[in-house]
């Protein structure tokens, strides 16, 4: 069975950074696009950045220049480093992976979610 565990949410202060990590977990034969997306109280799920097997990624234009997304293919492991933090940014933040593991193939997983509060 595959696991997205999720890990470095917290509070923090306008104008500080943390770094979120997802580890994928299980009999996993590979991993395609990874991702982390977020949800606000009372809003819908977002996307905040996703990067492909070789590196290439894509952000929100609410998160460009702050957020960094990386990834460790070694380790099926993807990161968001969040900088310049905003109380905007507030939210339960999920990954997300497109992976292909034993029985089922190719599908899409989440994480169970951590949180990430902003005070001003």
């Known amino acids: 069975q595959v696991q997205l565990v999720e890990s470095g949410g917290g509070l923090v202060q306008a104008g500080g950074s943390l770094r979120l990590s997802c580890a994928a977990s299980g009999i996993i034969f590979s991993i395609n696009d990874m991702g982390w997306y977020r949800q606000a109280p009372g809003k819908q799920r977002e996307l905040v950045a996703t990067?492909?097997?070789?590196?290439?990624?894509n952000y929100a234009d609410s998160v460009k220049g702050r957020f960094a997304i990386s990834r460790d293919n070694a380790k099926n492991t993807v990161y968001l480093q969040m900088n310049s933090l905003k109380p905007e940014d507030t939210g339960v933040y999920y990954c997300?992976?497109?992976?292909?593991?034993?029985?089922?193939?190719?599908?899409?997983?989440w994480g169970q979610g951590t949180q990430v509060t902003v005070s001003s």
């Open positions: 997300n992976a497109d992976l292909n593991t034993v029985g089922i193939g190719w599908y899409r997983d």
């Open positions: 990067i492909t097997r070789g590196g290439t990624t």
